[in-house]
């Protein structure tokens, strides 16, 4: 592929996420009926190492902080990017869509997805490596099954008009990344589906991948929406908010010291207020916080601690 395809080829995600962005923001300030996404443009400090647009909604009726972020940044490899996440390239491109929201109520789920192109490029400025990655990941803070089974089953959906294999090598690849491994493989939440370093072949092209991840980016509203509009209002009291805010705390630990996109973005002099945009507004850390044995906390533990199967026939 010449330099003319590759960037009429990353143009054509590049689109597609800032168009998704738009329309993601416009469905969320819908439903949150009160507050709005702030707007805020901005570039990589060296002035030509390309920028972003960060959408953050704070304060609302529904969604106490959240983001939709964009970005598409370049830069040339450094040693450090070498030997902590071993590229071997010259310079590099990446490109994509990150979403989280932490709403008010602890009975609606936290939800994070991210989807992005990511290329190499070698002495010559030709592309020497390309790949697509991404995911949604649920992170409910009650287990109300049928809301895990109805996200699981619209990735499924998604995952089986591409390839059956998908959605369960992508669903336990999900199990396996969002983990404390410090906190005995604790899982951050009940998992969806993760995909990272897809190549193209003989059998799957590049119009392929990205075809897959613009559907996967797709599913965000229809798995996550209605599970909202469900959930939204259902009284709570200050101790299920205390349970949320322990639970946001597990999210943070994840966050900073396991994930590979805030580590990326940290390392590569990022911009620090998008990178940590996925932080929860409150949360608590307890010493040795334990829910009582059986309690519809504990309930949630447990599907944590061990994985388990949400949709049949996979």
């Known amino acids: 592929m010449h330099k003319t395809e590759t960037k009429e080829f990353r143009n054509q995600w590049i689109e597609f996420i800032y168009q998704l962005q738009d329309d993601i923001c416009g469905t969320l300030e819908q439903e949150d009926g009160k507050s709005i996404f702030s707007n805020e443009e901005w570039s990589r400090e060296e002035g030509k190492g390309g ?32 030997k902590n996440m071993t590229l071997n390239g010259v310079k590099w491109f990446a490109c994509g869509i990150s979403i989280v929201l932490h709403p008010v109520n602890p009975f609606v789920p936290t939800i994070h997805c991210n989807y992005r192109m990511f290329e190499l490029y070698d002495e010559n400025d030709e592309v020497s490596d390309r790949w697509f990655g991404g995911g949604t990941d649920l992170t409910p803070y009650y ?31 999900c199990d396996n990344y969002f983990v404390n491994t410090h906190r005995n493989n604790e899982r951050r939440g009940i998992g969806g589906i993760f995909y990272d370093h897809q190549r193209p072949d003989e059998k799957q092209n590049l119009d392929f991948w990205m075809n897959f991840s613009k559907a996967c ?34 999210y943070v630990e994840f966050n900073l010291l396991h994930d590979r996109g805030t580590i990326f973005g940290l390392k590569t002099n990022g911009r620090t207020e998008s990178i940590l945009m996925s932080l929860p507004p409150t949360v608590r850390f307890e010493y040795n916080y334990q829910p009582q044995s059986g309690s519809e906390e504990d309930k949630l533990l447990q599907v944590c601690l061990i994985p388990r199967e949400w949709v049949g026939d996979i």
Not at 154 to 173: E, G, H, L
């Open 51 to 82: 920028g972003g647009l960060s959408k953050v909604i704070e304060n609302g009726n529904v969604f106490e902080k959240g983001g939709v972020n964009t970005s598409v940044v370049f830069g040339k490899v450094t040693d450090i990017m070498r």
């Open 143 to 173: 287990l109300l099954e049928e809301d895990v089974v109805h996200f699981h089953h619209a990735y499924k959906n998604v995952c089986d008009k591409f390839d059956p294999s998908f959605y369960p090598s992508f669903k336990k690849d």
């Open 217 to 250: 980016a797709n599913a965000f509203i229809p798995s996550y929406l209605p599970i909202v509009q469900k959930r939204k209002n259902i009284p709570f009291n200050t101790n299920q908010k205390h349970w949320q805010e322990i639970r946001r705390g597990r």
